[in-house]
């Protein structure tokens, strides 16, 4: 149980096009969802939280016009890179939690975006 | 500012030692996790410790939540080249409205070669 899906795994594209990410619980229902950045063999940066039904929560230093978040669902959430260049090449994670603080994030398997 | 130091932050070992990572911190959690997290996936909760002094084991893995609940460790004994990964500390500190949220370490990345 508790699995969290991410798609696509992977993906390169051209310097100046938009990226949507998508990351879903497939069989518990996600009352928040989290976004975060990763760098090779470093820890994970926590861009944005993101409830249910409203506006994420976007850490300092995190454009929110540059990285849009839609959790228009308690199974879905969507990570778009806008206008992607290449130093917004990363590794891209996303994790669910459901209920409360005291529920453990489950988290997806990444998504590499490689802008050239 | 750094509000949990994990240490070290590379190890390389020969299969069969022991080792130990640390997470540090001047503030209180009220719970920490720790995550394995391998190439190309997601991190994969391992344990979370709740009470000062908690002690878990998984295994060869032993997992001990300090006292005052500002530091943990994660030993572990015999190690494996299945141990290889990048171990993540994470802790959770109460905000105001009480509210939390998870802080992490900078991570350990441990290679155990055979």
């Known amino acids: 149980g508790a699995v969290v899906s991410q798609h696509p795994s992977w993906v390169i594209c051209k310097s100046g096009t938009s990226v949507k990410i998508e990351c879903r619980s497939l069989?518990?229902?996600?009352?928040?969802m989290f976004w975060y950045r990763q760098f090779p063999k470093q820890s994970l940066m926590l861009m944005a939280t993101?409830?249910?039904?409203?506006?994420?929560?976007?850490e300092q230093g995190v454009e929110k016009d540059k990285f849009l978040i839609n959790h228009a669902s308690l199974t879905l959430s969507t990570l778009t890179v806008t206008s992607a260049h290449p130093e917004d090449s990363s590794f891209y994670i996303c994790s669910a939690r459901a209920g409360t603080f005291y529920q453990p994030q489950h988290f997806g398997d990444g998504t590499r975006l490689s802008i050239l | 500012t750094q509000l949990l130091e994990q240490s070290p932050q590379f190890l390389s070992i020969q299969e069969g030692e022991n080792l130990t990572v640390y997470c540090n911190s001047s503030?209180?959690?009220?719970?920490l996790q720790w995550y394995r997290q391998e190439p190309g996936e997601g991190p994969v909760l391992l344990v979370t410790v709740v009470t000062g002094g908690e002690v878990k084991k998984l295994k060869r893995l032993t997992f001990q939540f300090g006292d005052a609940r500002k530091d943990s460790s994660l030993h572990i004994t015999a190690a494996q080249p299945g141990d290889t990964g990048l171990y993540l500390c994470?802790?959770?500190?109460?905000?105001?409205?009480?509210?939390?949220?998870?802080?992490w370490g900078l991570g350990t990345s441990l290679a155990v070669n055979p």
């Open positions: 503030s209180v959690f009220s719970s």
């Open positions: 993101s409830n249910e039904g409203s506006k994420a929560t976007y």
């Open positions: 994470a802790g959770a500190l109460l905000q105001a409205g009480n509210n939390r949220k998870l802080i």
């Open positions: 069989d518990f229902q996600a009352t928040t």
